[in-house]
């Protein structure tokens, strides 16, 4: 037997917020002529606790069994209303919310009638949907309290690390025989002179000692499925292949150095680049009496757009690292634009130019010419060429994303940015976070960084990581997606293939082969139930009657 | 920041949700204009959803297009959530153009009520197996191929489907002909302004595939009815 849908309207306020411009009063006795509204109230302000009081007090005393708020964005208010709702004893899901303020009062400010009548339509909409909502459960999942790190640089050990010094079993795979990553390559960090190697060695063995770290070394992710709390890994090192089942993903997989053939006659000798420059000071190999730097060398260009941002602070430390060796030493970097970011690089820059490095600007259009025993280059201030000596040219490279970033990509569903880097789920909401719930990010795979920035960065991605872990049990919103008619499913697996976070699959049943939703990892986009031809799946709050029920409340009038 | 009251807002979580036909019932229902609006491409909430979104949002338009609507009333646009004043411009300069096309029969090539028959007709044929079929196969033959490798361009695709839109409108509105009345070729041509050879051809499809049968004979024309299919 169908229960008797009895829905309540609450129009906020907002103070004047949305009351100054849109008539409230007008809104109110409006719905009350609405099909299936039995109980309308007006708050001053319904989010507030009072308003929060007079929608539990009329769900129990007057029966409702949906409820509507005319208000703001349910950007931030929705999961307020969803929980006034749940201690009512009303299923969260059987909420929903229509923004009058974004939508009327605040874009509609001069046409008070016209932004009213608006606003009629829309709660006239939000009121047909509500008719049809059907409650919803949480989705509930166990976590595997375990971690699997990609990459073994400085990125993945301070990661991996902190994850065990948590208490959870972590793998970290690498691809290369030995841990450490790009630290292996260079001589000193910056600020603090520290030896890189020495460091690289130290974390290292931290790693290796560490009783709840299980290191793969020589090993590579072949594959992984399933989804947050359930991810299946399949690594293989040489003919060897091991599986094992983790609860979340850190992706610190780096980046890699860009060997600058056919740029300014790059030849690894007199010519070579910063990293070739700390080999040398490694083995205590350098001598030169005029070094000549070039920033930027294969970066913003028009074959790779972006920035680098770390090489002008690396110019900048080995600058200093010859003048400290060999003060007689000549340095002058031809630059761009320097990267310098925060006080404690300035200072290195500044200290920099007291050493006596010179700091020359070229233009992209005219870049310095590596020649003979000197590199010439446009002056801009002077307007003329300038002739600098150069028994040593260095050139400043970017990094370039892993060679291994789209394969990865495709393991895991997660995306690359134009430059084929990892790209974060959100730039300022989620920079740890992948789009895909239980995998993170950090170091250089995400974007090139300092390895104070990359250390930061790890540490933050293993706390993201224990989030999750530390729950034990993911609840995940169940606005997801649902096979409605399981007769009509042909299996066909159309669905299966567009879904960008695997979270379909095709199993097979008594009635043969039917699509199945994983809906831990289904975030409800719909693109399933918008491509399947027999119409037989659905998005839970979101489903085609629902919204079919909202574009014939919008054009009513119409017809 | 100020914009039309014209404007009225569904929310959907990604336009991947839009199903091609959410569009075309709008059309249905009244609407003068639907404007699909999402994140940019790369910087979707959904990784790939808007995307999906695209092609979907590109099909109801080839097909509403195809039998009479005129294009501009279906808008794809693009803006992030930080960017208000480029929503503004999108709903601003949608809205002038439909204003400029009229309601919805005017500035269409065909009037009301006929458009209106017509975009019901495209409606069932953007439910329908056929169209949805090729349009989930979209990315998958853009980007790697089909099974035998073969990988075509975004144009190919679409011209396949506006044939398909073609043949898929015809059959539909055949059906429909056939569902108010048994009728000849000739006078399902005649409706339908349709080449009889055409029509001819559409019949003899659905007559193989079961959907259509013998009725009689109308002097020397044989005249063709709906079987109904029985829902199991």
Partial sequence: MAEKIRIGVFVCDCGSNIAGYVDVKELAEYSRTLPNVVYVKENLYTCSESGINEIKAAIRQQNLNRVVVASCTPRTHEPLFRGTCEEAGLNPYLFEMVNIRDQCSWVHMQEREEGTNKAKDLIRMGVAKAALLEPQESIKSEMDPNALVMGGGISGMTAALALANRGYQVFLVEKQAQLGGLLLKLDKLAPSGADAAAFAASQAELVQKHPKIRLMTSTEVREISGYIGHFKVTAASGGNRDQFGVGVIIVATGAQVLKPHGLFGYNGKRVITQLELEDLFRKDAFSAGNVVMIQCAGARIEERKYCSRICCMVALKNAIQIKERSPGTGVRILYRDIQAYGTENEEIYRRAREMGVIFINYDVSNPPKVEEEKVTVAHQLLGRELDLPADLVVLSTPLVAGEDNEAISKLLRVSLDENKFFLEGHVKLKPLDFATDGVYLCGNAHYPATVREAISQALGAASRASIPLAKGVMTVEPIVSTLVDEDACRGCGLCVALCPYGALEIVRTEKGRKVRVIPVACKGCGVCAATCYQHALSINSYTDEQIGEQISACLEAQG | ?232
């Fill in chain 2, 1 to 232: 920041m100020q914009y039309t009251t014209d404007a009225r807002i569904i929310r959907i979580m990604c336009t991947g949700r839009v199903d091609p036909t959410m569009i075309s019932d709008a059309f249905l229902k009244g609407a003068d204009g639907v404007m699909v609006v999402g994140c940019h491409f790369g910087d979707c909430h959904y990784i790939t959803g808007n995307y999906q979104g695209k092609i979907k949002v590109g099909i109801a338009a080839r097909a509403l297009d195809y039998v009479g609507l005129n294009p501009r009333r279906v808008f794809f646009g693009q803006c992030s959530s930080a960017e208000g004043e480029r929503f503004v411009k999108l709903v601003t300069d949608f809205d002038r153009g439909i204003r400029e096309l009229g309601p919805l029969g005017t500035g269409d090539r065909l009037p009301l009520p006929d458009l209106k028959e017509k975009i019901a007709v495209a409606h069932t044929a953007l439910a329908k197996e056929k169209i949805r079929w090729v349009v989930g196969k979209f990315t998958e033959f853009t980007t790697q191929g089909n099974k035998y490798g073969e990988r075509f361009t975004e144009h190919e695709m679409w011209r396949t489907l506006d044939t398909i839109v073609m043949d898929e409108v015809a059959t539909h509105e055949i059906m429909r002909e056939l569902r108010r009345g048994s009728a000849s070729v000739k006078t399902l041509a005649l409706q339908l302004k349709l080449p009889s050879s055409h029509v001819l051809k559409y019949v003899l499809a659905l007559q193989r595939r079961g959907f259509a049968e013998l009725a009689g004979i109308d002097g020397t024309s044989p005249l063709y009815r709906v079987v109904e299919q029985k829902v199991a």
